[in-house]
C-alpha cells in the first residue's frame, strides 16, 4: 500500500505501527454527503419547511438529532422533533443506499485485517444504517465491533464517550490504538482519550488548522498510487 503525497505514507507508517486502529464511518470510509444532504431535503420537503439551502457545512458531521434542531430554526422542539423522525425515516429506507467508499477504502481495510490489526468502526452514525452501510460493502467480517452513538442508550453518546466504551470493551490500552477521522471533533475525542489521531483529508470534508495541532501527518487518499 502506497500514498500519493509524502504526509500520506508518513499517516500509513503510523497506523500500521498500531495493533489496533479505530475508524470513523461518514467521511472516512464512505462518502455519505450525497445521501445525508438529499435525505434531509426530503425530510424538510415533508415537515413543510421550504427555502432552507444552505446548510450543508452546518449538517454533514452533526448526529442527526442537533442537525435537526438547526434545520428546524424557529420552528422549536415539536419542528424539530417531527423533522427528526422524517429523515430517519427517508434515510432508513433509502437515504443509506448513497453511501459509496472512498477510493482505496476498501484495500486498505483488508490488508490491515490481513496483517493482524484489530479494527473498530466509532461513529455517530445511528446503529440502523451504519450496520446497512457496512454490510452493504461485506465488511462486516473486518472489523471487531461498530460502535455507534445510540447503541444500548436512549441518549446519543458523544464521539468521545463512544471512543472511551470500545477501549474499555475490549481492553484496548490507548498508546496501542490509532483513530483515523475526517472532523475536527473526531481530534478532540481521540486525544481525549490519549489515541493517536490520523486526519482523513480526502472526499468533502477539508482539515481545519486545529486538525494539525497534534503534529500527526494526514492521509491525503486511501487509494494506492
Known sequence: MRFKEAPSVAAWAVIRRH????FDLDGTLVDTRKGILRTWAAALDTVGIHGTTDFDERILSLPAAQAARILADAGGQQMAEALLGAFVQHYDDWGWTLSPP???????????????????????????????VIGK?????????IDCSDDDTLTPRSKQESI??????????????????????????????????????????????ALLAGGRPGMETMQEA
Not at 19 to 22: G, K, Q, S, Y
Not at 106 to 131: C, F, I, M, P, Y
Not at 184 to 202: C, M, Q, S
Open 19 to 22: 495493533p489496533v486502529v479505530l
Open 164 to 209: 472511551r466504551r470500545v477501549l474499555a470493551r475490549w481492553h484496548i490500552r490507548p498508546a496501542e490504538s490509532v483513530y483515523v477521522g475526517d472532523t475536527e471533533d473526531d481530534r478532540v475525542a481521540a486525544l481525549a482519550n490519549g489515541v493517536t489521531f490520523i486526519p482523513a483529508w480526502w472526499g468533502d470534508f477539508h482539515p481545519s488548522d
Open 137 to 145: 460493502q461485506q465488511w462486516d467480517h473486518l472489523f471487531r465491533s
Open 102 to 132: 472512498f477510493p482505496g477504502v476498501a484495500d486498505a481495510l483488508q490488508e490491515l485485517a490481513s496483517g493482524g490489526a484489530h479494527l473498530h468502526v466509532v461513529t455517530n452514525k445511528r446503529g440502523v444504517a451504519a450496520r446497512r
